[in-house]
């Protein structure tokens, strides 16, 4: 049809078009205009430089790729006292301080949520009760077990790529894509109990393609006022790409929960999988059994908030273990101790007895557990979080937070807070966390890689177990040393991957 066509049938002609056009582009800015609320900071707190309307959007974009540090140099320069980033529709309080606000309440997710779903993470009152509570059914000794079996298995068959890669002339491998790979088949088998073979295939499966790309493409919508406009209208190919990745993720579940039910009729036994073991679990709340959406969100949820954390801490942990020789030499010796029976050859076999991997040994690494605090103390793997006031509140620094606006705080700058750790707070030192040969659990406030309070990370435990196994079996076996010329340097992020890639000369001892 033509636009002369187009216009007849509205009864206009083309003279009338510009006015057509104008008013097109008028509502079109009424609606940008209307989508974007700015925000005002409470009096009396310090603020970035910021301009009317748009705040300090313009600095938060140029920054972007060094966010942490961004918030890193403006947590030193304002102290241990809140200080506020105006950002449209967001507001934020940066603030290296935990008061009760960012214990409960909405957390704004609501850029991932379909991507999340209704699950544990975009869940509020009532409804994240019912979910925390049904997830911590997920994290009992007896799913750990099985946790550590589903990781040694994925683990195994890094060493057998990573054997077929040393036996041949080139033997720089990107690590940080492995522990991509690897987690996402661990998490695939705990949770689907469905085997994504990543490790060993050339060709991703295009649910880990669709996972990856959802995820990295929803983060921008962070940086942009108008992405609902952008996504109700499907404007840009960046919300068309998250609207088929979706897609694509929720039937490979939707597909895999149906062939479960399937099994289930059929009264086959049942694998120890998350979805099998929820599939016909009641409710201890409600009584009733999870329908195929809920079921999806809580398997989905347990994915995104388990794989990239465990990957991210995963890279940073062999990239400082190869620049501190002499840390990664007591971790060794203590793996041969613990999981070997300080039996050198054994702790470098390919054929070994699953009994020394086993859930009790991984747990008796204490030196290896104080490593991969002081890691995720300085690389940690969600570098800036922020929370969602529910009610009016107090920040204790006498900062009074509104209701509804949002808190920032960053685990990462926090981290390297002199302050919070010392004049050694930049150096990577375990032995910070061991006191009298044990760890020394630091508060959850002082330590805030897993967040703290009511919503705190429920698969710390699983998370700490599948980095020390990957340890115990990799570091006996190969050693590791940068082959880039990598300065430390990250990606900006929900999570905190390396930058660029963690290229690393691979040797088998
Ligand atoms: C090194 C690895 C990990 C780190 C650093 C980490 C960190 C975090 C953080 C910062 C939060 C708070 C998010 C928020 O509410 O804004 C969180 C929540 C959560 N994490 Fe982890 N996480 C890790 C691994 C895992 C693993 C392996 C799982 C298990 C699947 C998991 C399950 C959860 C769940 C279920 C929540 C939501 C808790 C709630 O809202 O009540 N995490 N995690």
């Known amino acids: ?37 700015p925000y005002r900071p409470p009096k009396n707190v310090p603020c970035v430089p910021s301009k009317p309307i748009i705040g300090c959007l313009h600095l938060i974009d140029e920054n972007w790729p060094t966010l942490p540090d961004f918030i890193l140099k403006y947590d030193a320069q304002f102290g241990q006292r809140a200080w506020a980033a105006p950002v449209p529709n967001v507001g934020l309080l940066g603030s290296c301080l935990f008061s009760l606000v960012t214990e409960e309440g909405k957390n704004v997710r609501e850029a991932l949520g379909e991507f999340l779903g209704d699950g544990i993470f975009t869940a509020d009152g009532p409804s994240w009760k019912h979910h925390r509570k ?41 690590m940080q894509d492995m522990f ?62 998250i609207k088929t990745g979706c897609k694509t993720m929720k039937e490979f579940a939707m597909d895999v929960i149906k062939s479960k039910r399937r099994e289930a009729s059929n009264n086959a036994s049942m694998g120890p999988d998350l979805l099998s073991r929820f599939l016909d679990t009641k409710n201890p709340i409600d ?16 994915m995104i908030a388990g794989r990239d954390t465990t990957a991210c801490a995963l890279s940073w942990t062999l990239y400082e273990l190869a620049k501190n020789p002499d840390i990664c030499v007591k971790v060794i010796e203590e793996i041969k101790k613990v999981c070997n029976g300080g039996d050198a050859a054994a702790s470098r076999s390919r054929t070994f007895s699953d009994a020394e991997y086993s859930y009790e040994n991984i747990g008796n690494l204490t030196y290896t557990h104080a490593v991969a605090m ?10 800036v979080d922020i929370k969602f006031a529910v009610k009016n509140d107090t920040l204790p620094d006498g900062t009074f937070v509104p209701k509804g606006s949002s808190v920032l705080y960053s685990p990462y700058a926090m981290g390297r807070n002199e302050k919070i750790w010392g004049a050694d707070a930049k150096k990577f030192n375990p032995d910070r966390f061991i006191e009298d040969g044990k760890i020394s659990e630091p508060s959850q406030y002082k330590f805030t890689t ?60």
């Open 1 to 37: 049809m033509s636009l002369h066509e187009v216009l007849a049938m509205a009864g206009l002609t083309e003279a009338d078009l510009p006015r057509v056009c104008l008013s097109v582009v008028l509502i079109f800015a009424l609606l940008v205009w209307k989508s974007i609320k």
């Open 134 to 174: 049904v997830a911590s059914q997920m994290f009992s000794r007896n799913l750990m077990r099985n946790g550590t079996v589903v990781a040694l298995r994925q683990v195994k068959l890094l060493v057998e790529r990573l054997d077929k890669v040393t036996s041949s002339k080139s033997s720089v491998v990107d």
């Open 180 to 241: 991509f790979r690897m987690t996402i088949d661990v998490f695939a088998s705990i949770a689907f109990g469905v085997e994504l073979n990543s490790i060993l295939s050339d060709k991703p499966h295009p649910f880990a393609v669709a996972f990856d790309e959802v995820q990295n493409l929803s983060q921008k919508r962070f940086r942009d006022p108008i992405w609902r406009l952008k996504r109700n209208l499907q404007l840009t190919d960046n919300e068309r790409k």
């Open 287 to 302: 009584g009733h059994t999870p329908g195929d959406n809920e079921l999806r969100d809580i398997v989905m949820n347990f």
């Open 374 to 383: 002081e890691v995720l103390r300085l690389h940690p793997s969600v570098p």
């Open 450 to 509: 897993f967040n703290a309070g009511y919503r705190l990370c429920l698969g710390k435990p699983l998370a700490m177990l599948e980095i020390k196994l990957t340890l115990a079996m990799l570091l006996p076996r190969f050693k590791f040393s940068i082959a880039n010329d990598h300065k430390g340097g990250y990606q900006s992020t929900l999570v905190l991957p390396m930058s660029p890639e963690l290229m690393m000369n691979v040797i088998k001892r």
